[in-house]
């Protein structure tokens, strides 16, 4: 089974902070990466798939990126809309999940 | 466009099986991997299993000795049967459609279904 380690578990930040959550996969996933947003109450909602492309409607202040089996969900300059719960998610081999980072406000 | 809707009891007592119903509207089932997600309180979400619309599945490792997932494509809908239920079965539980098109993401979610486990 593929292991996806998230961190921060949680993390505080203001309205125009640069934000940066990171997964880490057990081994190899390729680009097989995706990010979803959950606010309380709701379902997840995709946002970057295949490591960097942005679902459409999602705003361009979020990027993916990769470095080897390391993989970081930017939030370039936090809005009041983002503050939520964000999971990784590997499909390259069946689906795991990250254990999620709840970004609340400062 | 396509819309999830999860459907069952909220509440089963320990021992017996779970039961779900996801009913997709707006599209065919055709063509697509279905999916069962579940996130019990206050934790992360945990993937149970999936199945295409011709029947294939494949299932988490950690749950496979007691789940199902079936699919009735004249209904449009898909099931998840979850036997031998504890308390820690208590959770959250979405279906979602597993669209392998594009690179194998969860892009369509029904809005949740709460089952507690408890006699």
């Known amino acids: 089974d593929i292991l996806m380690t998230q961190s921060p578990s949680s993390l505080s930040a203001s309205v125009g902070d640069r934000v940066t959550i990171t997964c880490r996969a057990s081994?190899?996933?390729?680009?097989?990466l995706n990010w979803y947003q959950q606010k309380p109450g709701k379902a997840p909602k995709l946002l970057i798939y295949s490591t960097s492309t942005l679902q459409s409607g999602v705003p361009s202040r979020f990027s993916g990126s990769r470095s080897g089996t390391d993989f970081t969900l930017t939030i370039s300059s936090l809005q009041p809309e983002d503050f939520a719960t964000y999971h990784c998610?590997?499909?390259?081999?069946?689906?795991?999940f990250g254990q999620g980072t709840k970004l609340e406000s400062k | 466009q396509v819309q999830l809707q999860e459907s069952g009891p909220g509440l089963v007592k320990p021992s017996e099986t779970l039961s779900l119903t996801c009913i997709v509207s707006g599209g065919s089932i055709s063509g697509y991997y279905w999916s069962w997600i579940r996130q019990p309180p206050g934790k992360g979400l945990e993937w149970i299993g999936y199945i295409f619309y011709s029947g294939s599945t494949d299932y988490n490792p950690s749950l496979k000795s007691r789940v199902t997932i079936s699919v009735d494509t004249s209904k449009n809908h898909f099931s998840l049967k979850l036997s031998s239920v504890t308390a820690a079965d208590t959770a959250v539980y979405y279906c979602?459609?597993?669209?392998?098109?594009?690179?194998?993401?969860?892009?369509?979610w029904g809005q949740g279904t709460t089952v507690t486990v408890s006699s």
């Open positions: 979602a459609r597993y669209n392998a098109l594009i690179r194998n993401v969860m892009d369509v």
């Open positions: 081994q190899s996933i390729s680009s097989y």
């Open positions: 998610q590997q499909t390259y081999s069946a689906v795991t």
